[in-house]
């Protein structure tokens, strides 16, 4: 096979998964938070920003994480969709490597898992969430910039975008999502 093949056959395997945030290039090795303890990060996160993806598709986005079993995090992940239908799905995150305990892999209705690394949260305001996955010469990237409340400061947007930014993450792709009180009463009840 050339090489040109062999690119067309993993961009067509890249965008038959869903990819939204497609990179030239392997996948950055960024920091992770130090000494993260999940006790201390289960409960209720409000989606602030995030990369594009193919498989979140509405508003109002909240994630709630309860703690399962040493290394075992059930995952609630629920959406306001523009047809005013609430959408959630249930998966698992699962520590990786003990030694790595914000390294975990996330998975929903037996999907292959996917990184989910905790680089940065002081778990009472803000969490950084970031993932990627190598495809061949390509890599694709999620992130999250989460909060316990529905808004987070402009300061503390800026500090976590400025982390992703240092890594190579295009924070110019990334997108607000609404969490109006109002619009978001349907999740939040």
């Given at each position: 096979?050339?090489?040109?093949?062999?690119?067309?056959?993993?961009?067509?395997?890249?965008?038959?998964?869903?990819?939204?945030?497609?990179?030239?290039?392997?996948?950055?090795?960024?920091?992770?938070?130090a000494n993260f303890d999940a006790n201390r990060?289960?409960?209720?996160?409000?989606?602030i920003h995030k990369l594009p993806t193919s498989?979140?598709?509405?508003?109002?986005?909240?994630?709630?994480?309860?703690?399962?079993?040493?290394?075992?995090?059930?995952?609630?992940n629920t959406e306001l969709l523009d047809n005013?239908?609430?959408?959630?799905?249930?998966?698992?995150?699962?520590?990786?490597?003990?030694?790595?305990?914000?390294?975990?892999?996330?998975?929903?209705?037996?999907?292959?898992?996917?990184?989910?690394?905790?680089?940065?949260?002081?778990?009472?305001?803000?969490?950084?969430?970031?993932?990627?996955?190598?495809?061949?010469?390509?890599?694709?990237?999620?992130?999250?910039?989460?909060?316990?409340?529905?808004?987070?400061?402009?300061?503390?947007?800026?500090?976590?975008?400025?982390?992703?930014?240092?890594?190579?993450?295009?924070?110019?792709?990334?997108?607000?999502?609404?969490?109006?009180?109002?619009?978001?009463?349907?999740?939040?009840?």
């Open positions: 096979m050339k090489p040109a093949q062999v690119v067309a056959l993993t961009l067509l395997s890249v965008v038959a998964i869903g990819a939204q945030v497609l990179r030239l290039g392997k996948c950055p090795q960024p920091a992770v938070q990060y289960i409960g209720k996160w409000y989606e498989f979140q598709k509405g508003q109002c986005a909240t994630a709630n994480y309860t703690l399962l079993s040493p290394g075992v995090i059930e995952v609630l005013g239908t609430v959408n959630a799905i249930v998966g698992s995150a699962k520590v990786k490597n003990p030694a790595e305990p914000s390294k975990l892999e996330v998975s929903f209705n037996n999907s292959p898992p996917g990184p989910y690394w905790v680089l940065s949260t002081d778990y009472d305001g803000h969490s950084l969430v970031y993932g990627c996955t190598d495809y061949g010469l390509f890599r694709v990237e999620l992130s999250w910039i989460l909060s316990r409340k529905p808004t987070l400061s402009k300061e503390t947007l800026e500090k976590l975008q400025g982390i992703l930014y240092s890594v190579g993450v295009s924070v110019e792709n990334m997108v607000p999502t609404n969490q109006d009180e109002t619009y978001c009463s349907p999740v939040n009840q």
